[in-house]
């Protein structure tokens, strides 16, 4: 490394001096990066197909990438579908196949942005995709299924990445701290375990966005009398530009709590309220409609089916919106499931089967519901007649639980809503 090289290095953001390089350094997701994944072991054997990486900024799509690059014996290009052309790709493509006719070597290509290349470019890179030419190694943000042309998805294997847990994060910016190379080691920081849990849980799943807040955090923070820098949580906020709710973060929980419960009291103005101040604090709005789509099913349940509907429905459309227009379908599905009538009935009734199932497990079910196409002619004869409910105008009364079991009741519907005008066919 020549003196502008070390410069450039050791000017570059921390995000990027401290992207791991081995799959030991690899912060989170193990479904397809852990010790026994598909994906390492492919790797490990050099017999990775093409894929694409599909998820969330910030997750280690393109680390991961590199980082198979590192620990394949085969040559490697990289290409960004933001700024390549069809030139671009079919330079490589030339290359890709000289090197495997004279020396037997794979090529590997790395696109980025890969969502991006419109049907030329993606046409461009099928045909050597198809025959084995280069193997193909995508990262998008946006779902391939839907902005990719489905030639070129139906020829590689999609791994799908989840936004990385706070105490992912945590271990990445413990990490960070403590190198003395790559990262902040060589200054001395005081940061609090409340600053830090700030950076890790605002950071919204993003590690690139956590690392750039911890950076801005130590390049602003105040020194002590013994010359240390100082991070506390307002420090800590400012940088991650995410209001603190509070020191310990008791208040946060405290405030989801308070909308959760407020959901299942019925009170829309108190929802809206906890939800805003939670919103207006940082919280993702994700955590609010998922939690929608809970007390849509457990406090609304049978008594308002569309209710969960309304919820799923609200988080598609911020998943689609975001900030700040997401906010209304958001209010819209708050109101909704707030004013519904509520039955826990659903939740009663999957608590009681569910103890059964794990308590009272009997396999001596009725003969005549059993799959009959391996069962010898005589033997179909012995199970029984099955009533085809259809045949009977859409409902026959006959037992279907074990004999053991066959006088419980599960679903207890109340009179509320929905609920109380279904009658249940029952002879």
Known sequence: MDLF????????????????L?????????????NTSLLRRAVKAGALGSCIFYGPAGCGKTTLANIIAGELNADIEKLNAVSAGVADCKKVIEKA??????????????????HRFNKAQSDCLLHAIEKGHIIFIGSTTVNPYVSMTSAIVSRCRVFEFEKLSPEDIKVALHRALNDKIKGLGNL?????????????????????????????????????????????????????????ISVDQSLYYDLISCFCKSLRGSDSDAALYYSERLISAGCD???????????????VGMADPYALTIAVSAMTAFEKLGLPEGRIPLANAIIYVCE???????????????YDALNNADDNVPPYLKDTHYMSREAKKQSGEYKYPHSYGGYVKQQYLPDSLKDRVYYKPTQNGYEGKKKKKKE
């Open 5 to 20: 090289s070390t410069n450039e290095y050791a000017l570059a953001p921390l995000a990027d001096r401290m992207r791991p």
């Open 340 to 354: 519904a009538e509520k039955s826990n009935s659903v939740v009663t009734a999957l608590s009681e089967a569910n």
């Open 22 to 34: 081995t799959f030991d350094e690899f912060v989170g997701q193990k479904h397809i990066a852990g």
């Open 188 to 244: 001395k920081i005081n940061i609090t375990e409340e600053a830090l849990s700030h950076i890790a849980h605002f950071s919204s799943g993003d590690l690139r966005n956590a690392l750039n807040a911890l950076e801005f955090a130590a390049l602003s923070a105040q020194k002590d009398a013994d010359g240390s820098l100082h991070i506390d949580t307002e420090t800590a906020a400012q940088a991650a530009q995410k209001r603190a």
């Open 285 to 299: 709005p994700l955590l609010i409609a998922r939690r929608l789509i809970v007390h849509a099913s457990e406090d």
């Open 97 to 114: 196949v000289e090197n495997l006719r004279m020396f037997g070597k794979r090529t590997y290509l790395l696109l980025d942005e890969c």
